[in-house]
């Protein structure tokens, strides 16, 4: 029987989507269902000394108009505590309507619930608030001198040294010293945030669009105060995420709240518009990136510093320098980030947290670098291609960026690049050849599951993890049916609700591996339960031998959530592993640009890219997840940007309209390689492949741009304004 893994397997769930069939959190028929929409703070930090709901009220088919004056009490959000990992579940501080204080503009100030969606969202338009303002910080610009040193935690180094960069620098007979600033994003996943909410007396059943199953079922149960197990998420579909539903923002609770207080099935889904007002996007930053090296490009020092703002109400700062760490070895090394607090949303991790910005700093030096050395951006990186962690020492558990870079180069013809500035034309457009390093660290987290193997040669596997849109079902499937024996079509995989054994978040590109340890497991001890097999039978037909319809396993974490003991042991085992190996993901961009020297229009005309992201699950999937990081890097680059009011601390742009996400027409032919060399300390060898793809790809592009222009672009996003 051929192998599953590795093979292009069509997605499971694919004939559902493309036809409608597939149910998303707004999709599911409740009778007597109800309708709810948010009014929206329209100021920045204040007191709400009057409320108005009269109007509202009285608009036909409303349920009822819940503001702080009328909610019920609700507990507040728990304190971070690495033991617990579900209290980092909630989206900021506030306890939302339980409070007559606005502490960002946006903050939802009052739900209408209604019979039907417009009167809904009329209702919610016709609230009035009166407000009295308080003192406000919302201009990161302005407040970029009150930054701090970031702390340090378990699971992220803000700071870092090795030996004394700044006087390597200061000695350096070749250095460059650059300032970079990338903007706000928004996630824009296509499915907005959405929730339908369902009480059952203590019991609350919760269809939401969740990164985080486990964490939006124990916050739920705080929040309302009632039990963990009396409470049921359920999201077999989630609409795209890209850390924009890690965490539960005010949409899912106060849907829950809007439920409780009618006694009536409630939905309530943001508008775009909503999704901007009510949920973080990724945080803003300046860099500097200071590079020396020798006159034959070996790096003397390498110094990375960052400044970005979170919430005052919540955020962590994002790993921006971290690529530092890992990429050059450097002979002296300084890496610090710096943050600050503003009175802004939560700022929330959005697709390869840290290193798609900070890539674009560090990669974008090193091309500079390259240009004053005189010498091939290229054969600068891999001159400096280090053998072990290069802060360190710590060995890499897996490494192939230079055989990266090598077939990434000979695929995209490098060797036919001129190295002059504006030295390459077609006709009237100006071409641009850029490259840069991919790398994002490879994670993993518990699982648990439990694995099925019937006589009549099926299985079926169970874990509640969860269906982005990158394929896991189908993954899983392909790693379990390899393991019993089994063709591909022969098992079923059940995922995407909390009554399933506990999964882990789908964040930092771990879930595959994460869940794969535990489906291994299972199949493991199911083999063990079920017998060895003669020669030419399957484990199947010993048990149709045997007289038994069925055997299962199960394999349970003892990190579920809530168990201080279990998450002390996961911590433990990830520092450990975290002394011994450094693991990650990596690979080599290559981009072609057109620029036109009239209007500073920039075109991506080709794009070709070679990763190493360990054992390739699925080769249609791990390619698709790849080219979707690019195209999201493209945006990275050329067109988004979050507009914040520095005056109110109002997003001005709150639509797809006014934030330009790429389009057909803005992407280019990708060709995607991968090697497809497992790493010997992940399961099975997977690295994972969701966020590395973005990496990388501002800088590859902003370097194209140099090469065909000479213009250093040092901020995103390249709009033509910066070149003419």
């Not at 009057?50 to 304190?79: C, F, Q, S």
């Not at 907005?192 to 059952?200: E, G, I, K, N, R």
């Not at 400096?384 to 020492?393: C, K, L, M, S, V």
Request: a neutral charge; glycine letters at 10%; charged letters at 20%.
């Amino acid at each position: 029987m051929s192998r599953s893994v590795g093979r292009g397997v069509d997605r499971v769930d694919g004939m559902a989507k493309t036809t409608g069939r597939a149910a998303y959190s707004v999709d599911i028929p409740y009778e007597g269902i109800a309708y709810a929409a948010l009014t929206y703070a329209t100021v920045t930090r204040a007191r709400i000394t009057a409320i108005d709901t009269r109007e509202a009220a009285a608009v036909p088919g409303v349920l009822a108009v819940i503001t702080h004056l009328n909610a019920p009490a609700m507990h507040p959000p728990a304190k971070p505590n690495p033991l617990r990992m579900e209290t980092f579940a909630s989206g900021s501080s506030v306890n939302y309507l339980n409070t007559d204080v606005v502490h960002w503009n946006g903050q939802p100030v009052a739900v209408a619930v209604a019979d039907t969606l417009e009167a809904a969202q009329y209702a919610a338009e016709s609230v009035a608030v009166e407000y009295a303002l308080l003192p406000h910080t919302v201009d990161f610009p302005a407040e970029q001198s009150n930054a701090v040193p970031q702390k340090g935690g378990l699971l992220q180094h803000p700071d870092g040294r090795k030996g004394d960069a700044d006087a390597a620098l200061a000695a350096a007979p070749v250095s460059v010293d650059l300032r970079f600033g990338t903007p706000r994003h928004h996630h824009n996943a296509l499915e907005p945030h959405a929730t339908t909410a369902l009480w059952d007396g203590d019991r609350l059943t919760v269809h939401d669009g969740s990164q985080n199953f486990a964490w939006t079922r124990a916050h739920l149960a705080a929040k309302f105060g009632v039990p963990v197990a009396g409470v049921r998420v359920v999201s077999p579909y989630v609409g795209g995420a890209f850390g924009g539903k890690t965490v539960v923002w005010p949409g899912t609770i106060l849907a829950a709240l809007a439920a409780r207080v009618t006694g009536r099935p409630v939905r309530l889904a943001l508008t775009r518009e909503g999704v901007y007002r009510a949920t973080g996007g990724r945080q803003p930053s300046v860099q500097r990136v200071a590079l020396g090296a020798e006159r034959d490009g070996r790096l003397t020092a390498l110094i990375h510093t960052s400044t970005a703002p979170v919430g005052r109400i919540g955020g962590t700062s994002e790993q921006i320098t971290s690529v530092a760490r890992h990429l050059y070895g450097a002979e002296n090394i300084h890496h610090q980030q710096h943050v600050l607090e503003l009175d802004t949303l939560s700022n929330m991790v959005m697709r390869a947290p840290g290193e798609s910005i900070g890539s674009y700093a560090l990669e974008s030096a090193v091309d500079e670098l390259a240009c004053r050395l005189g010498m091939d951006p290229v054969d600068l990186r891999m001159r400096n291609e280090p053998a072990r962690n290069p802060i360190d020492g710590t060995a890499f558990s897996h490494r192939r960026l230079r055989e990266c870079f090598t077939a990434g180069a000979e695929s995209f013809g490098w060797s036919a690049r001129t190295p002059e500035p504006g030295s390459m034309r077609d006709g009237h457009w100006l071409i641009g050849w850029g490259t840069a390093a991919a790398y994002h660290p490879a994670w993993q987290f518990p699982a648990s599951a439990t694995v099925r193997l019937n006589a009549d040669g099926t299985a079926l596997v169970r874990c509640a993890f969860h269906e982005m849109g990158m394929g896991a079902a189908t993954a899983q499937g392909q790693i379990a049916a390899d393991a019993l024996g089994l063709p591909f079509e022969a098992v079923t995989v059940e995922y995407g609700d909390t009554e399933l054994p506990v999964g882990p978040g789908a964040g930092g590109s771990a879930q595959t591996a994460s869940v794969a340890e535990a489906v291994l497991a299972a199949c493991a001890k199911l083999r063990k339960a079920v017998g060895r097999p003669a020669p030419g039978e399957s484990y199947a037909q010993v048990l149709a031998r045997t007289g038994r319809g069925h055997a299962e396993a199960a394999v349970g974490s003892d990190t579920r959530i809530g168990k201080a003991v279990g998450q002390a042991r996961f911590l433990g085992k990830l520092l450990n592993d975290r002394r011994r190996w450094v693991r990650a993901a990596s690979g080599a961009q290559f981009c072609e640009v057109r620029v036109d020297p009239d209007t500073g229009e920039v075109r991506v005309s080709r794009w070709t890219a070679v990763f190493d992201v360990g054992r390739v699950v699925n080769a249609k999937t791990v390619a698709s997840q790849l080219r979707g990081g690019i195209v999201m890097g493209i945006g990275l680059a050329l067109s988004e940007e979050t507009l914040l009011d520095p005056r109110s601390g109002r997003i001005v742009n709150p639509s797809l309209s006014d934030y330009h996400v790429p389009v057909h027409a803005d992407v280019p032919p990708i060709a995607v390689r991968c090697l497809d060399d497992p790493d010997p300390t992940m399961p099975l060898g997977i690295v994972g492949a969701g966020e590395v793809g973005i990496t990388g790809v501002a800088a590859a592009i902003a370097n194209a741009v140099h090469h065909a222009t000479g213009r250093r672009v040092c901020e995103l996003p390249i709009t033509v304004d910066t070149l003419l």
